[in-house]
């Protein structure tokens, strides 16, 4: 199998009437979603969209988002999820007109910030939204359903693995997100070796918690269920958690991924009476719990093994990956690494001369394989720049293997911050709060608690002559900035730490908040 198309059709071919997906409000066969993926891909069609045309989707989890990616896939156009939480029209805007949308799938949960931002794009045609029942005089939103009356027909010639399946934005260190473009190719060669790494067969059945425009949901969850012909059961929403933790017993739900923050939650409610239904409902048939997106803290595994008897498999990948990159599993891992390569994944540590380290040796992780991104859209220098001479790309993580290959990761881009799995990059909040006249200088850091989660913790310098009030700062923030990337202090202070050439030590800083809090903890 070569594309998502070659996915599809072989679940439709050898397993038609076997449940596809489930979600609290419909059951659908892989039958009935092939036709449904066909005649979606014809209404796109029918409403202009060409091959190689990029169209966004902004959806909860469900079988439209499903649906509306395939079709797109189908054409050989190009699907572009976007985080549902990012709801500012101007940095919607950049990402839509970046790729030239013609279009976009959402709902009316999220319509607000597109149609501002649709007014900003000069490209875009067609709002196409799930529910939406009928269309509005000459507005360009239109529903989702509309798309499903044109017949079943492919109308596209032949999509080919290196055609790019999909652009996802991922935050840059200069503030600006980047397109990463995955191939066919990139998306179902990682979706079959993560197959392999789980062992997963037709008699497993997958859950999909995390949002489905991370990459890690999408892979992990969506492509290696329809990789295997398995029933996929589609949480709308992480919170409230009572409907998908009953789904999942209620399904026999057997492979979930998620994210290092949800399993710190499971673990924490595995107390108790609350145990029992957890053990013995939930997850009496889970035999693989996947976790990705951000480190996993050797407390959480183990109280989540212990909690429910179920040990944890943590990977390690990037958007640019596709993303799994290693996989670290029970029957064949190692306590304190992340694992060995996956199927057709190679990875390497190098200097900072791109040299190749000897096992043990402390570098810079470098991946190579055919997960490997196409490169990132409209910045052929920042793809250069991410990829060594001969091929290799780096990942700008630190970290070490060992003489058996498994992965040790020492550090990571100290610059990216993790909240609730998602990618916050300080840059692009520190550029925000320096609009603010009384700012001089910013620096963000995030601050760890015992969950492998983070908070954003800005420390300011006032501007020559100003006063910086906190709470007029983080009001500020609150009116320019998405929720999870508000800072959630403000400290103001007289200087920030730096060495010769003038960089700030954010290293220093988050030593020295680490130190006053251990210090207000022990007083």
Known sequence: MKTLNDLLDAAFREAPDKTAYVTPSREVSFRDFHAEVLAAAAGLAAAGVKERDCVAIVLRNGVEFVAAYLALARLGAVAVPINFMVQKADELAFMLNDCEAVGAVTQREFLSGLRKAAALVPSMKSLWVTDLQEEKGKSIERPFSGLLSHGVSPTAGAVGEEHVASILYTSGTTGQPKGVMLTHRNLVTNALSSVSEFRADPRDVCLCVLPMFHSFAWTGGVLVSMAIKAKLVIAPAIVPASPWLKAMGRHGVSIMTAVPQLYAVIAKEARGFKRLFLKFWSFRRVRIAASGAAPLSPAVAAAFENGLGIPVLEGYGLTETSPVATVNTPWAGKPGSVGRPIPGVEIRIVDDDERPLAAGQEGEICIKGDNVMKGYHNLPEETREVFTKDGWLKTGDIGAVDEEGFLFIRDRKKDMIIVKGLKVFSAQVEAKLLEHPAV????????????????????????????????????????????????????????????????????????????????????
């Not at 913790?457 to 320019?480: I, N, Q, S, T």
């Not at 999870?484 to 103001?492: A, F």
């Open 440 to 523: 001089g200088e910013a620096a963000i850091i995030g601050i760890p608690d015992e969950h492998g989660d983070e908070t954003i913790k800005a420390f300011v310098v006032p501007a020559p002559g100003a006063a910086a009030d906190p709470a007029e700062l983080m009001k500020f923030c609150r009116e320019r900035l998405d929720p999870y990337k508000r800072p959630r202090t403000v400290e103001v202070v007289a200087a920030l730490p730096k060495n010769a050439l003038q960089k700030v030590l954010k290293r220093e800083l988050r030593r020295l908040e680490l130190e006053k809090r251990r210090g207000l903890a022990s007083s």
